[in-house]
């Protein structure tokens, strides 16, 4: 017996589907003025911060993408939908970024052994160009980052870009005052030292919710006590808590009453779905009411 909701909810990142898309057209954008960039100033880091552009306009589109997804029809087939297609988006959003960190490292290395002198001035502007836009667009996706793992992978593309553009804007600057080549490659080594623990981060949780793990934010001994503090209730057993995609938590439970209130076992789900939705905020739980000593006909179980 499950909770009177209906799986059709939207998820978490679907509101934001909109400032997504801008994002996505905003990146784009800054790809290619850095491309033209790159060839008036001869810059090789903003051609390498092009390509950064490139890459996190295709998690941006990748997470759009997912949102896509998520809102298709609910069937038989798929319960829950393509809801958890925002969480692969995440992963793969994180497997990006840490891609992205091998080729600034790549590059850093690269240009300290062969440095080639670029047109100051040209590369500041461009560089200043993009900050701009990826700060307007961690603006955009900054109230849905705390809500939806998928968009904290978008912000984080967004994030990891906007460090990028500064780090080519104080390289640049370097450059054009001293004359000093190698401010580019220490710059790209302080982006990547500063993306990775974000991107680490990012996959461990989504790699959490994909393994079905507990809710971070839920301590099933705490759900149980509350569960078992409800009149006529006696055990609870194959208590489990996992989330589909980020703002949609779930969880299921064999609960044990007293024989004489099994009649009314409607009353005893309706003060459960109350304490778990209003304790817990579990919208979504499924709920199995069965009288004591039925436990022993179930065989392997979950305690």
């Given at each position: ?33 850095q ?5 008036f ?8 911060d ?6 996190d ?6 997470a759009l ?15 829950f ?34 440095p ?64 000093w ?7 790209s ?34 759900v ?10 006696v ?7 996992w989330?589909?995609?980020?703002g ?10 007293r024989e ?7 009353k005893?789900?309706d ?33």
């Amino acid at each position: 017996m499950s909770s009177g909701h209906d799986h059709g909810e939207r998820t978490a990142a679907h509101e934001h589907r909109g400032r997504l898309a801008i994002v996505l057209g905003l990146m784009l954008f800054i790809a290619v003025v850095q491309v033209i960039g790159s060839g008036f100033s001869s810059s090789l880091a903003l051609l390498a911060d092009a390509g950064h552009s490139l890459a996190d306009s295709a998690g941006v589109a990748l997470a759009l993408f997912a949102v896509w997804l998520g809102s298709r029809p609910f069937s038989t087939k798929r319960t829950f939908g393509l809801q958890r297609a925002e969480i692969l988006a995440a992963a793969a959003n994180a497997l990006i970024l840490f891609a992205l960190c091998a080729f600034v490292v790549y590059e850093a290395v690269k240009r300290v052994m062969s440095p080639e002198p670029v047109t100051g001035p040209i590369m500041v502007a461009v560089a200043t160009f993009g900050l701009v836009g990826n700060l307007i667009g961690m603006m955009l996706l900054r109230k849905g980052k705390d809500k939806s793992l998928n968009l904290r992978g978008a912000y984080l593309e967004v994030f990891s870009d906007m460090l990028t553009s500064l780090g080519v804007i104080i390289a640049a600057v370097v450059i054009w005052t001293t004359g000093w080549h190698q401010a580019d490659s220490v710059a790209s080594l302080l982006i990547a030292a500063i993306i990775v623990p974000r991107a680490w981060r990012l996959l461990s949780e989504a790699v959490h919710v994909l393994l079905e793990a507990t809710p971070r934010n839920v301590d099933l001994e705490v759900v149980r006590d509350h569960m078992l503090s409800q009149p006529g209730v006696v055990d609870i057993h194959d208590l489990h808590a996992w989330t589909i995609t980020s703002g949609v938590p779930v969880m299921s439970a064999h609960v044990v009453v007293r024989e004489e209130v099994l009649a009314d076992c409607g009353k005893i789900l309706d003060d459960l779905h109350a304490c778990l939705s209003g304790h817990f905020d579990m919208a979504h739980s499924t709920l199995q009411i069965e009288p004591e000593g039925h436990v022993d006909h179930e065989g392997a179980r979950h305690t």
